[in-house]
Structure formats: C-alpha cells, structure tokens
C-alpha cells in the first residue's frame, strides 16, 4: 500500500512536467514554424495555449506532419 501512495505523486509529477514541456514546445513550434498567411497560426496557437497538453498532442499528431509533408522535410 505505501509503494502506491509514493508511487501516483511520482507519476502525476512526471506527467506534469512532461505535459508542460510538450506544450512549450508545441508553442515555440508554431509561432516559429507556421506560414503567417491567414489566421491559421494564431488560430493554432490558441487552441494549444487554452486546452494546454491536450491541444498541443493534437497540433503534434495532426497539424505538424502535415506542416512538414508540405515544407518536404
């Protein structure tokens, strides 16, 4: 019992941080990486910064190959 109580604090903290490193990522990325034509980047930007990890899995899974397909990289 007391390796799980030490054990879920542990996890939660990792996937915090690991969340949180995502997101500042998914930020950087697509402020930096993104055509400025339109309102498609900060529409973007948005989605990440307000559902936080969530919206950047989203951006990193959906958004971002297509982004590279495009760039040919």
Same mark, same amino acid.
Request: net charge positive; aromatic share 8%.
């Given at each position: 019992?007391? #390796?799980?109580?030490?054990?879920?604090?542990?996890?939660?903290?990792?996937?915090? !941080?690991?969340?949180? $490193? *995502?997101?500042? &990522?998914?930020?950087?990325?697509? #402020?930096?990486?993104?055509?400025?034509?339109?309102?498609?980047?900060?529409?973007? !930007?948005?989605?990440? $910064? *307000?559902?936080? &990890?969530?919206?950047?899995?989203?951006?990193?899974?959906?958004?971002?190959?297509?982004?590279?397909?495009?760039?040919?990289?």
């Amino acid at each position: 019992m007391s #390796a799980i109580v030490l054990l879920l604090p542990l996890l939660c903290l990792v996937f915090g !941080i690991g969340g949180t $490193v *995502l997101w500042i &990522w998914m930020i950087v990325d697509c #402020a930096t990486q993104e055509k400025s034509e339109g309102n498609e980047k900060l529409i973007w !930007i948005l989605i990440i $910064v *307000l559902t936080h &990890w969530i919206g950047a899995l989203i951006y990193l899974l959906v958004r971002r190959p297509k982004r590279m397909q495009e760039l040919g990289r």
